[in-house]
Structures are given as C-alpha cells and as structure tokens.
C-alpha cells in the first residue's frame, strides 16, 4: 500500500525558513520520481517541484531561487528547503509520486505569518 507522511510544517515568519519532509513506504522509492504540491485555502492543489530519479529538479516559477527539493533514497524520504517565505507560500503541503494518481497522505501545514 503506498503512502505519504508528511511532516514539519508550522508557523514562520515573513522572510524566513523551514524544511518539510516527506517518508514514502509501499513502493521502491529509488525507482520513482516524487514531486511536492500545495493546496492554500480556496484554491487548487499546485505543483511546486519535482526531483527525478537522477535528482534533476523543476519548480514552480513561485517558488524558483527559494525552495529546494532533495531526496534521500536510503531513507524513503523526499524533503523541500524553502527560503524567504512569503504569506502566499501558505498552504498544506503534500508529496506524491510524480505522475502517478496516489492516494494523498495528510499533508503538513505551513502558514507564513508575523
């Protein structure tokens, strides 16, 4: 069965940063390219970035110059750096298989305030 558990989000202030993390299980995580969405109050769920089973990256133009994604494999585990938070960065955040309709994990919320 696959599965997401995200985890580390909280609240930041304008400017600053946090790394989230992502642990996978159901599935060879090496094997597959994972990617980070969020979902803000009202809004559709967005692709904020991609890492491929290279480590080759993409993102979002939002979030380009301030988030980084990066992947452990022998940890099953995908994390997102994100730098200079802005308030429209908040959002609960999720990761997923990229290009694969899993099921959601739970997400974890970040919330950029002062």
């Known amino acids: 069965q696959v599965q997401f558990v995200e985890s580390g989000g909280g609240l930041v202030q304008p400017g600053g940063s946090l790394r989230i993390s992502c642990v996978a299980s159901?599935?060879?995580?090496?094997?597959?390219?994972m990617s980070w969405y969020r979902q803000a109050p009202g809004k559709e769920r967005q692709l904020v970035a991609s890492?491929?089973?290279?480590?080759?990256?993409n993102y979002a133009d939002s979030v380009k110059g301030r988030f980084t994604v990066s992947r452990e494999n022998f940890k099953n585990t995908v994390y997102l750096r994100m730098n200079i938070l802005q308030s429209e960065d908040t959002a609960v955040y999720y990761c997923?298989?990229?290009?694969?309709?899993?099921?959601w994990g739970q997400g974890t919320q970040v919330t950029v305030s002062s």
């Open positions: 159901g599935f060879r995580f090496s094997a597959f390219a």
């Open positions: 890492i491929t089973v290279a480590g080759t990256t």
């Open positions: 997923k298989r990229t290009n694969y309709e899993d099921n």
